[in-house]
């Protein structure tokens, strides 16, 4: 992990993310990049040159704004000896981050979000929801103040024995950065029973084909995927939830809900996510 991208609004989850960041910088030696994203008001009449006049210099106090904001924010990091670069860009906040993530060579996102509820997570969603859909590289999304030691990290799985080795191999990497246990756990619904007797058996399969170290195996029955992820973390003190994503966009999307969005929304601690490329869905 060469260089962090924080995605900052500068409010209360983005200075959350930032500490999370710092404490990640510190134990890789990495770069920090901040990235501000302005997104240009909607104009209904473009002809009205005082309204054009009106946005421009509003736009200028935002962006003026932001760099006094990025200068308190470097300062304080350069004192603890990590390298930061920031820049401010216009657009839409999900295209932006994107497009940083190439053009910078970005290696880890981490990303502040309030999470989203009701009617808006169904119609809109969350930023933090869209960059998990829309990345190439590994998000970490942050809710809470702190950045506590991760000592256990969560990791549901389909428990597929092909087409893992990315999302495997990532997991093991995160696992190793921290010296962490990693929890494998299996959530067995209704909707989607299986027998322990058989689950057992691919657990154990998944774990000798992967050569995890330091793991667990667990099973653990729920009415719902999404809530069983989030009390399973809770009963064995999860830090954090590694979680692969299959990226859905579009109309697929709304009609087939990714499990990892339903956790990064309803989540309290840490999630981390990582986009499986051309691989079956695992959440």
Same mark, same amino acid.
């Given at each position: 992990?060469?260089?962090?991208?924080?995605?900052?609004?500068?409010?209360?989850?983005?200075?959350?993310?930032?500490?999370?960041?710092?404490?990640?910088?510190?134990?890789?030696?990495?770069?920090?990049?901040?990235l501000?994203?302005?997104?240009?008001? &909607?104009?209904?009449?473009?002809?009205?040159?005082?309204?054009?006049?009106?946005?421009?210099?509003?736009?200028?106090?935002?962006? $003026?704004?932001?760099?006094?904001?990025?200068?308190?924010?470097?300062?304080?990091?350069?004192?603890? +000896?990590?390298?930061?670069?920031?820049?401010?860009?216009?657009?839409?906040?999900?295209? &932006?981050?994107?497009?940083?993530?190439?053009?910078?060579?970005?290696?880890l996102?981490?990303? +502040?979000?309030?999470?989203?509820?009701?009617?808006?997570?169904?119609?809109?969603?969350?930023?933090?929801?869209r960059?998990?859909?829309?990345?190439?590289?590994?998000?970490?999304?942050?809710?809470?103040?702190?950045?506590?030691?991760?000592?256990?990290?969560?990791?549901?799985?389909?428990?597929?024995?092909?087409?893992?080795?990315?999302? $495997?191999?990532?997991?093991?990497?995160?696992?190793?950065?921290?010296?962490?246990?990693?929890?494998?756990?299996?959530?067995?619904?209704?909707?989607?029973? &299986?027998?322990?007797?058989?689950?057992? @058996?691919?657990?154990?399969?998944?774990?000798?084909?992967y050569?995890?170290?330091?793991?667990?195996?667990?099973?653990?029955?729920?009415?719902?995927?999404?809530?069983?992820?989030?009390?399973?973390?809770?009963?064995?003190?999860?830090?954090?939830?590694?979680?692969? $994503?299959?990226?859905?966009?579009?109309?697929?999307?709304?009609?087939?809900?990714?499990?990892?969005?339903?956790?990064?929304?309803?989540?309290?601690?840490?999630?981390?996510?990582?986009?499986? @490329?051309n691989?079956?869905?695992?959440?």
């Open positions: 992990m060469k260089k962090i991208l924080v995605p900052c609004d500068f409010s209360e989850p983005a200075i959350h993310a930032y500490a999370q960041a710092q404490a990640l910088a510190e134990k890789s030696y990495a770069t920090i990049h901040f501000h994203v302005i997104e240009p008001p &909607v104009m209904n009449d473009t002809l009205l040159m005082p309204t054009l006049s009106f946005e421009a210099e509003l736009m200028k106090e935002l962006e $003026t704004n932001a760099i006094q904001k990025f200068k308190e924010f470097t300062k304080k990091s350069k004192e603890h +000896g990590t390298a930061v670069t920031y820049e401010i860009k216009y657009g839409a906040v999900p295209v &932006v981050i994107s497009q940083c993530i190439q053009d910078q060579s970005i290696d996102v981490v990303m +502040g979000s309030h999470g989203a509820s009701g009617m808006k997570e169904y119609l809109i969603g969350s930023n933090a929801e960059i998990v859909r829309q990345s190439p590289v590994p998000v970490m999304i942050v809710k809470q103040a702190g950045s506590k030691p991760v000592k256990n990290i969560v990791f549901p799985n389909e428990l597929n024995l092909e087409h893992q080795e990315d999302l $495997t191999a990532k997991v093991k990497e995160l696992q190793k950065f921290f010296d962490a246990t990693l929890h494998i756990v299996w959530v067995n619904t209704p909707a989607n029973f &299986v027998a322990d007797t058989v689950t057992r @058996k691919r657990l154990d399969d998944f774990a000798k084909r050569m995890f170290r330091n793991f667990t195996l667990n099973i653990f029955n729920h009415t719902s995927k999404q809530e069983g992820i989030l009390e399973f973390a809770k009963l064995v003190s999860g830090d954090l939830i590694a979680i692969g $994503t299959h990226g859905r966009t579009g109309i697929a999307h709304l009609l087939n809900t990714s499990i990892a969005e339903d956790v990064v929304n309803h989540s309290d601690g840490l999630v981390w996510t990582y986009t499986l @490329k691989e079956p869905t695992h959440a």
